[in-house]
Structure formats: structure tokens, C-alpha cells
């Protein structure tokens, strides 16, 4: 069985199970108890798991998230300059989508004279969205307090209105092996929803969201 097949099975039983014994890993993966000592020791450097005595346990927090006005703090010079840049990728006339993150937010800015259509789940979005001047639709469904973002499916069924040229998200998890991960299955569902109707796509994060792997995955990083 090759490695990275290896650490998802042993992702998986945990996040079913939350604790998983040596001994459980060994026998469903047909592996010597040195090579999942190794893997443990792996995917704990990479902030997977944790190691207790005799086996692994889940970390805490995977479906955990900070507030917007949290996440709106940090980073913020950062975020301003990856939203310059995102936003340079723009053409006149293009229609958008911009989902409901804080680096998406600082976007709009760099929006202006741009003559651009924006498609938004994010309820902060809408007053910069008015202040500047430009075109934009919300999509319907409900409102999650805590991102400020509009989710479930009515928010995925007003999405498939649309088609658009460019998609621009957040992600509160980037992995080399497992890919973009956000906390909550309703905000997932939004952005694969978004992927699947955009021409080219774009994930726009800081550097604190690498090598954290969240509980939902939107996509791999292929």
C-alpha cells in the first residue's frame, strides 16, 4: 500500500472513531507497526493528529472557525496584497464570483473601473459593493452569523443561474496531500458549487491556512 493511502485511511478511522490504536491501523492497512509509527510521526509534524500512548488521536478543532471580524484582523497587509494581485487577473466585463471570505473582501477595492459583474454569498461584501460602484447580485439561503456568508441549498440553487469567468474563494485549510478544507459541509457545497461554474478559478489565502486540513474538503490541489 503506498504512503499517502496509508495517512488517508488513518485521517478517515480517526475522524470516525477520534481515537485509533496501533494495533487497529496495523491490521486495516496490512502494515508493520514500525511503518505506522512513521506515518503517526508524519501526519503529527504536520499538525493530522496527535500521538498518545499506544495509538492517535483527533485534533481538536477541525470543524471549529473563527469569526469574519476575527478573521478580518489578521493577516490584513497580507491579504491586501494577494487581493491586489487576484484582482489583476480580472478582464474589463468579466462576471465573478466572489465568496464570502475576508481576503475576497479586500478585493472589491481593486474592482473599480473594471466594468466587472460580482456574484457573492458574503453579506460584509454587499455595502463595499454598493460604496463602489459596482454591479452585483447576492444569492439567496441562509444567513450563518459567524462568516457572514448566505449557505444551504437555496444558495446553491440561485447559484446555478450563473456562469462565470472567474471564481475567487477562501479556504481555512491548504495541504499538498488532502487538498483545500473548510470547517462547515454548507460553505463546501457553495464553493464546489462556484468551481463546477467558473471558467478558471482562483483560491486566494494567506500563509496561515498551509499544511491545516479542515473537517469538509472542497477540492484537491491538482
Not at 485534533?59 to 496584497?81: F, P, V, Y
Not at 457573492?120 to 450563518?144: C, F, P, R, W
Amino acid at each position: 500500500m503506498l504512503t499517502p493511502e496509508r495517512h488517508r485511511i488513518i485521517l478517515d478511522m480517526l475522524q470516525e472513531k477520534g481515537v485509533v490504536k496501533i494495533h487497529e491501523l496495523v491490521q486495516e492497512t496490512d502494515s508493520s507497526e514500525a511503518t505506522i509509527r512513521r506515518d503517526l510521526s508524519h501526519l503529527e509534524s504536520e499538525n493530522l493528529l496527535k500521538r498518545v500512548h499506544g495509538g492517535a488521536a483527533l485534533l481538536q478543532g477541525k470543524g471549529m472557525e473563527a469569526s469574519l471580524s476575527e478573521k478580518s484582523t489578521k493577516q490584513l497587509s497580507e491579504k491586501k496584497r494577494i487581493a491586489e494581485l487576484a484582482a489583476s487577473l480580472i478582464q474589463e466585463g468579466d462576471c465573478i464570483f466572489l465568496d464570502a471570505g475576508s481576503t475576497t473582501y479586500e478585493m472589491i477595492p481593486f474592482l473599480v473601473d473594471k466594468q466587472v459583474t460580482v456574484v457573492t454569498n458574503g453579506l460584509m461584501h454587499l455595502e463595499s459593493l454598493y460604496e463602489y460602484d459596482i454591479q452585483a447580485y447576492v444569492v439567496g439561503g441562509k444567513i450563518k452569523g459567524l462568516t457572514k456568508a448566505l449557505i444551504g441549498s437555496q444558495a446553491v440553487r440561485g447559484l446555478q443561474d450563473y456562469r462565470f469567468d472567474k471564481c475567487f474563494m477562501g479556504s481555512n485549510g491548504i495541504h499538498e496531500e488532502f487538498g483545500y478544507t473548510t470547517p462547515d459541509p454548507e460553505e463546501a457545497n457553495i464553493k464546489k458549487m462556484a468551481l463546477q461554474l467558473s471558467e478558471k478559478r482562483y483560491v486566494v489565502a494567506d500563509h496561515s491556512k498551509w499544511n491545516k486540513v479542515m473537517l469538509c474538503a472542497i477540492c484537491s490541489d491538482s
